[in-house]
């Protein structure tokens, strides 16, 4: 009976060993991303020593053998290439990427309009409560009018500008008449003494 609890405890001790070194090759592969066939053929050959040496391990030195052909088959299957190219499966993705671009430069654009807005508006707001604080009667009576009716209130701007704008041609066309005439008479003037 103690020789049986020997060889069994003998048995454990070299299983734990086993299963030591083949986490430890685990471990090592995880990291290394390097096949362990070199290293987990010299472990097991030296588990087969110590197995030999015991009485009973001749069975678990089959296994290990067996265990031994199935590593090395793992580990020549689990080699993969990889190829990187387009193909039509990437068509998709291709397409979404530019979409997002596209996307992304328009809302970028929208951005940069409505800043460029919000300033002239900002500056219009500064500008209109200059005028309140001026001439608060013609604020009020803008007000007044905008709020009333406010496409009668453009109406009126666009009517007003125009009527401006004539009035700043019709005063531009008399200075260049006046000019005209003086200039004639300073000719005439010089005509005259001759």
């Known amino acids: 009976m103690k020789k049986i609890e020997e060889q069994l405890d003998a048995i454990e001790e070299v299983l734990t060993q086993l299963v030591k070194k083949i986490s430890a090759a685990e471990?090592?592969?995880k990291n290394q991303k390097v096949t362990p066939d070199d290293r987990?053929?010299?472990?097991l050959t030296e588990i087969n020593t110590q197995l030999k040496k015991q009485p009973s391990g001749q069975l678990l030195t089959a296994q290990i053998n067996g265990l031994q052909k199935s590593i090395e088959t793992i580990s020549q299957q689990s080699q993969v290439s990889h190829?990187?190219?387009?193909?039509?499966?990437?068509?998709?993705?291709?397409?979404?990427a530019a979409i997002l671009?596209?996307?992304?430069?328009?809302?970028?654009?929208?951005a940069v309009t409505n800043s460029g807005e919000n300033s002239r508006l900002h500056a219009m707001d500064v500008k209109y409560r200059m005028i309140r604080q001026v001439n608060p009667e013609i604020a009020a009576w803008t007000d007044s009018i905008y709020y009333h009716n406010p496409e009668l209130a453009e109406q009126e701007t666009a009517k007003r500008e125009a009527h401006e704008l004539v009035v700043k041609d019709a005063e531009a066309l008399l200075k260049q008449k006046q000019q005209e005439t003086k200039n004639a008479q300073i000719l005439l003037k010089k005509l005259k003494k001759d």
Not at 83 to 91: P, V
Not at 102 to 109: C, L, P, Q, W
Request: glycine share 6%; proline share 0%.
């Open 101 to 110: 671009l596209i996307v992304s430069a328009i809302s970028v654009g929208i």
């Open 27 to 29: 471990e090592q592969n």
């Open 40 to 43: 987990i053929s010299s472990m």
């Open 83 to 96: 190829h990187h190219h387009f193909d039509l499966q990437s068509r998709g993705f291709i397409i979404s």
